[in-house]
């Protein structure tokens, strides 16, 4: 019987490793256009609303102004993801709290993110769940899962600019569209990972799949014991840039 599972497990694991790929390549869908509707918190689904309505006073004591809350559809096949959207016009940061429903519930995370005049960004958030696709190298993000505050977030979120941006300049928004910066980011994920090779455009125009080579990819890195190796991977990452954010701050105010 054990010598049964011993040889069974192995075929199954690899079974499930080669036809994800099929599955997901037939299925995933990227938008090429973020349709963006505003919408009051009252018309966002209970949960959301609670979630952002109680974020909205902890943000406004950090300086940052509510833009907005907005519907921003199915962005992805059997999703729909909805954004509330703050500015700090003083300091010219952003924050957002990011809300998805799918099939399996929802799930909701908090941003802080900065553009310089360099043409780079940095973002610090608290969202757990890997990218399955390779970054923008344009925007380098640091997530801190277990962050719960806003206001301990912000302060990553600064040292991390003092640290990889030293002196550049942070670019805002004009007031009332600053809800594009956030539509510009998903409407460019689809052509930069055409450019790649991991997605092509739809026949109609209207939406992004994935190539052979996105859906290996994509299957893959999220299965386990994959997305156990990359959480650990990842986790130890930004332990280590702790210590170091930690360590600058020190080296910082010896000099001072």
């Not at 011993?6 to 090429?32: D, K, M």
């Not at 300091?91 to 900065?114: P, Q, R």
């Not at 799949?209 to 156990?228: D, E, N």
Request: glycine fraction near 6%; proline fraction near 5%; charged fraction near 20%.
């Amino acid at each position: 019987m054990f010598e049964s599972i011993a040889w069974y497990a192995p075929a199954v694991a690899g079974a499930i490793y080669l036809l994800t790929p099929f599955v997901v390549h037939n299925s995933f869908r990227l938008v090429a256009r973020c349709r963006i509707e505003a919408t009051p918190l009252d018309h966002l689904p209970k949960e959301i609303s609670a979630e952002i309505r109680r974020r909205i006073s902890e943000f406004a004591n950090l300086g940052f102004e509510l833009v907005g809350t907005f519907d921003c559809g199915a962005l992805t096949n059997e999703t729909h993801s909805y954004v509330a959207y703050f500015c700090n016009h003083t300091t010219n940061e952003f924050a957002n709290v990011t809300a998805m429903v799918t099939l399996e519930g929802s799930a909701s995370y908090f941003e802080f993110s900065s553009r310089f005049s360099n043409g780079r960004s940095i973002e610090t958030n608290t969202n757990g769940i890997l990218p399955l696709m390779p970054a923008n190298p344009e925007i380098r993000v640091f997530r801190f899962a277990s962050v719960e505050e806003p206001r301990t977030l912000l302060q990553l979120h600064r040292q991390l600019t003092e640290k990889y941006a030293p002196g550049l300049c942070a670019l805002g928004e004009p007031r009332e569209p600053e809800i594009q910066r956030y539509v510009r980011t998903i409407e460019r994920s689809g052509p930069r990972l055409v450019e790649a090779g991991y997605m092509k455009a739809d026949e109609n125009g209207d939406a992004f799949r994935l190539t052979w080579k996105g859906a290996i990819r994509t299957a893959w890195l999220g299965l386990w014991p994959v997305t156990f190796f990359r959480r650990t991977i990842h986790r130890h990452a930004m332990q280590l840039e702790l210590q170091s954010l930690q360590t600058h701050t020190e080296t910082a105010l010896q000099k001072a």
